[in-house]
């Protein structure tokens, strides 16, 4: 299976400690490159995630961001340290008894250290429910560049198709090009008033074939598609085979069209170049 660089995938998480939203989204590059947008108290967790993006991706430009919401957190509770908070309230007693005003506030005595204390938020907890979290908004980031790989395979495939239609068209018309070559040459010949011997003409004809022969670049061309559909049949990080691919089909094509003395052939190596044009856009979002 291969893998387009271009994808989307959201999950949003609800518990106890509130809300999070999960966000990645590729678009191509040559290497693998992440960015993290993740709210301060969680920046810890930037080295956890980078690698378990690169143990899963091997190409792309990657943006993964965290939205988190304590909002809707349940209440802490409250513990009231009543032997403490009864020791407070006897002390500022004790000072009121001996002529000093105290004015103790009960508000005062609940902010006195120790008296009131809070659970803490468990953050090792909330951590574990953010990187489940973060694993399934992976996997299903992983499933739409699978999807959207497939349909790149769809048309890469039919540009495939394309080339080896139009190749079969230019072997088909060589043998026709050669005689009609053959008979201008003769033509030429005749209007020159030149008489040359049938040896000299035949050697004449076998240069000229010689300088239009377009089996090797055929033959390539043939080999190329081959390759190509067993790359993507072998599928993974194939991007950069694939793009290399792209450079030989380019330099067949290139051949053919010099060769090129027939405006059916022209046409047919200027198709060549359209579709191996287009199999190489789509082949930069290939992973």
Known sequence: MIYSMTAFARKELKGSWGTAVWEIRSVNQRFLETYFRLPEQFRSLEPVLRERFRKRLQRGKVECNLRFNDEGAENSKITLNESLAKQVLEAADWIQSHGQSTGVNPLDVLRWPGV?????????????????????????????????????????????????????????????????????????????????????????????????????????????????????????ACGRRLDFMMQEFNRESNTLGSKSINAEVTQSAVELKVLIEQMREQIQNIE
Do not use: C, Y
Request: charged share 40%; glycine share 4%; aromatic share 2%.
């Open 116 to 236: 009131v204390s809070a659970e803490e938020t468990d953050m090792d907890a909330i951590q574990t429910e953010l990187l489940k979290g973060l694993d399934a908004a992976l996997n299903d980031f992983i499933e739409a560049r699978a999807t959207e790989g497939e349909e790149l395979k769809k048309l890469i495939e039919q540009r495939l198709d394309g080339i080896e239609v139009e190749a079969q068209k230019v072997g088909e018309h060589m043998p026709q090009i050669i005689q009609w070559q053959r008979e201008k040459l003769q033509t030429r010949f005749e209007e020159a008033k030149v008489e040359l011997e049938e040896t000299r003409l035949e050697q004449e004809m076998v240069m000229l074939a010689q300088k239009l022969d377009v089996a090797e670049e055929l033959d390539r061309l043939a080999a190329h598609v081959k390759e190509t559909r067993n790359i993507m049949k072998k599928g993974g």
